[in-house]
Nanobody, 120 residues
Framework: QVQLVESGGGLVQPGGSLRLSCAAS????????MGWYRQAPGKQRELVAA???????NYADSVKGRFTISRDNAKNTVYLQMNSLKPEDTAIYYC??????????????WGQGTQVTVSS
């Protein structure tokens, strides 16, 4: 089965930085787009950043200029570099991949989430 595992979350002070990683593994035929979503307490899950297989990116307005998404296709891994973190960035961050598993059609897969807390 396809599995996405996030890492790199934690507690950081406002203005600090974190780097999230998400590695996909399993019976993978192809990975197309990948992205990061987040869900804060009492709020709906929202797109933070997305990246195509070819490297095209898009970001939520709230993180433009602060976050950078990247990927290593050879490692089936997507990253999110988060700088100048704000308390409102506090959320569980989820990795998403548009993945075609062997023997299946293309669909979205989700990681288990990693907690990011920005607080002094």
């Amino acid at each position: 089965q396809v599995q996405l595992v996030e890492s790199g979350g934690g507690l950081v002070q406002p203005g600090g930085s974190l780097r999230l990683s998400c590695a996909a593994s399993g019976s993978i035929a192809n990975i197309n787009g990948m992205g990061w979503y987040r869900q804060a307490p009492g709020k709906q899950r929202e797109l933070v950043a997305a990246i195509s297989r070819g490297g095209d990116t898009n970001y939520a307005d709230s993180v433009k200029g602060r976050f950078t998404i990247s990927r290593d296709n050879a490692k089936n891994t997507v990253y999110l570099q988060m700088n100048s973190l704000k308390p409102e960035d506090t959320a569980i961050y989820y990795c998403n991949g548009e993945i075609r598993a062997w023997g299946h059609t293309n669909r979205d897969y989700w990681g288990q989430g990693t907690q990011v807390t920005v607080s002094s």
